[in-house]
């Protein structure tokens, strides 16, 4: 085995391997060596622990990526106080979790770089301290590249000045979707009335699956806000983590099931289902206090609760005689009351148009469903698309995307179309993906998938995001338990 001239050990928690291959891959991009030894070596073989002894006493120094599972691991305390005993200099890295749960004492009084509120600046300043103990001057990014080029004067004009004009043309696309997306957010909306007309099925769109993917327009940021979901932690709870993978929280500890969490437009709360009184009612968790609250007491199934863009309404589906209906009731939990419903048919998993104006569900039975939209004033529900068959929970994008997954168990594919229910598009590659939700800027999915689908393991699934195109794949969560319902705010 070969090590660079230069590099540094990197000590942390195997419940942290996903957010430990992001922080490698980032350091990588910006000229930095690291060592790992998953890649380098077979844990738990004979030569191991010579070898991690080896590779730390070469190093330039290490870095300790911190979290709970870190403070918690024995292997991690080992490899700090291997380094200290080689007076190796070590950089903290605290890529979530509070400080108190986080932070051993021993390090406690060192310089550390924080990657949970912003990813890729917490990695510029780490890079930049990892290449100043080197002597080296201040490290900027590396971007990648599929081959070399070599840029000349006449290179400068044919790709620098377009570039340039073309960044100025997103800049002011940009401008547009920030303005349009504020437009919406404050769009009127009429007080919903009960509806309990049958959804109309004129001229329904009936294409099929493309068999090439949809062009879809994107940009290159990065995906930002928060995401909430279920976590099997300890039983199902509510965790949540930021879209860059840092500042992971587990916001229930409750002794019952809480799952069906959903994020308000303003990142404040979070509204989840619990079964603490036998059947499931509405709570809510104010995200800055950690304060719980139950918002109903309809003494029946109740699940995913979705937040109006303005704060006002919640819509859920409520468990009657049998049948699943839309409801709605104020943001406050009062006034809750039937939205839609159909004899003989199940209506659930209702979530709102970006504008507040609109409203898509699921209509059918069991795991075989329909898309409709209806006005959140009433009317009757139109048929987004005839040829899709569905479990249930969508989202749609401020882009004018539906997002949504089908297919036979442990077989289910996320898909995408337009809200006219035109090119309808698969987007995911397998590991029985489902759940989706769009990032708020509608660049992004957060699905579920399954790491252990050859075995159909119950307990191997994770959250993932891909951009909409279904490019970009990243691994959000890794742990020994399911983590799933991805719900994606601000």
């Known amino acids: 085995m070969s090590t660079p001239a230069f590099y540094f050990f990197m000590s942390y928690s195997r419940e942290d391997i996903g957010l430990q291959k992001r922080v490698i891959n980032g350091l990588r991009e910006r000229g930095v060596n690291a060592w790992v030894d998953i890649e380098n070596l077979i844990p738990g073989s004979p030569a191991w622990e010579r070898e991690i002894e080896r590779a730390i006493r070469g190093a330039s120094g290490v870095i300790v990526l911190l979290s709970p599972h870190a403070n918690d691991s024995e292997w991690v305390r080992r490899e700090i106080s291997f380094a200290e005993q080689n007076q190796k200099r070590i950089f903290p890295v605290l890529i979530y979790g509070d400080e108190d749960d986080s932070i051993p004492l021993r390090l406690s009084n060192h310089q550390r770089v924080d990657l949970r509120q912003n990813f890729n600046k917490g990695l510029d300043a780490l890079a930049n301290a990892l290449k100043e103990h080197l002597g080296v001057t201040a490290v900027h990014r590396i971007p990648k590249q599929t081959k070399s080029a070599s840029f000349n004067a006449a290179n400068l ?21 920030l303005s349009a997306r504020f437009i919406f957010k404050n769009f009127p909306t ?66 019952s099931a809480s799952f069906y969490a959903s994020l308000s437009s303003d990142g404040k709360w979070v509204i989840f289902v619990n079964s603490e009184t036998g059947k499931t009612e509405l709570y809510e968790v104010d995200l800055e206090s950690g304060k719980t609250n139950q ?50 048919k199940d209506a659930h998993d209702a979530v709102w148009s970006p504008d507040g104006s609109q409203i898509l569900f699921a209509f059918g039975r069991g795991d075989s469903n329909k898309l409709y939209i209806m006005g959140f004033d009433g009317g ?70 399954y790491t252990d689908t050859t075995n159909k393991d119950e307990s191997s699934c994770e959250i993932y995001l891909m951009r909409v195109n279904g490019s970009n794949v990243r691994r959000l969560t890794s742990n020994q338990y399911c983590d799933y319902q991805p719900r994606w705010g601000n």
């Open 157 to 177: 004009r044919k790709f620098v000045l377009p570039g340039l004009m073309a960044l100025l043309g997103l800049a002011c696309l940009g401008g547009f979707a």
């Open 190 to 255: 009429s007080q919903p009335t009960n509806s309990t007309n049958t959804p109309s099925d004129d001229d329904p769109t009936n294409t099929a699956i493309t068999e090439t993917p949809i062009e879809i327009s994107i940009d290159a940021n990065e995906p930002t806000g928060k995401i909430v979901y279920t976590c099997q932690i300890a039983g199902d709870e509510i965790c949540i983590i930021n879209a860059d993978g840092s500042g992971w929280q587990r916001l229930t500890n409750l002794p």
């Open 295 to 344: 918002l109903t007491k309809l003494k029946s199934d109740i699940g995913s609760p979705e937040i109006s863009p303005d704060n006002k309404f919640i819509l859920f589906t409520r468990k009657v005689s049998n049948n699943s209906q839309v409801w709605i009731m104020n943001r406050d939990g009062s006034d809750p009351h039937e939205l839609y419903s159909s004899s003989g």
């Open 380 to 449: 009757n529900p139109r048929l987004v698309n005839n040829s899709i068959d569905t479990r249930g929970r969508s989202d749609w994008s401020l882009a004018g995307l539906i997002v949504f997954d089908m297919g036979g168990p442990f077989k289910h594919e996320v898909y995408i179309m337009n809200v006219d229910g035109s090119n309808l598009h698969q987007v995911s590659k397998g590991n029985n993906s489902q759940g989706a939700s769009f990032s708020p800027d509608g660049q992004w999915i957060a699905l579920t998938a």
